[in-house]
């Protein structure tokens, strides 16, 4: 027998998203069969109260009273809904972490690879272009000073 038919369940058995689906099933049909069980639990025990008034009673109070006493069902039949949620919530939370984040992560990685690669492109476009602006720069100077200087050079003399 393994874990999973003993009903053991162990991380490992929640890596799988169709085992982990079958946990999902498994425990939400548990807990909704005992929220239901509950629930009816006290209504009946609520209905068998409010028509058993004691001697004594004022009117209304064998309500009052089954009220009272099935109030902590109900709570915990809220209780076990709010546990159906959070088994869900679980759910969605660990695919998040375990396939979600990781494709999220790969992505960010490739964009910022992707944007440095970029602005490696226009840096060397801007040194590039820096060095030819010189070496034009140094040619008209050169033109310049072989064409009977500049406006400085005259301006000097």
Do not use: C
């Not at 049909?29 to 004594?56: N, V, W, Y």
């Not at 060397?124 to 070496?135: K, P």
């Amino acid at each position: 027998m393994t874990d999973q038919q003993q009903g053991r369940w162990t991380a490992d058995h929640l890596a799988d998203a169709s085992t982990r689906q079958m946990w999902l099933e498994q425990r939400l049909m548990a807990i909704q069969a005992s929220a239901e069980g509950l629930m009816r639990l006290a209504q009946e025990t609520e209905a068998d109260l409010r028509e058993m008034p004691l001697e004594g009673d004022r009117m209304g109070q064998a309500r009052v009273r089954a009220w009272r006493t099935v109030h902590p069902l109900r709570s915990a039949y809220r209780h076990l809904r709010s546990a159906s949620s959070a088994v869900q919530r679980f759910e969605a939370r660990y695919v998040q972490v375990t396939e979600e984040l990781p494709q999220r992560r790969e992505i960010a990685a490739s964009t910022r690879a992707r944007r440095a690669a970029a602005r490696r492109r226009r840096l060397e476009l801007a040194a590039g272009n820096v060095e030819r602006l010189a070496d034009r720069q140094g040619a008209t100077e050169q033109q310049s000073a072989g064409a009977g200087g500049g406006f400085l050079q005259k301006k000097a003399q």
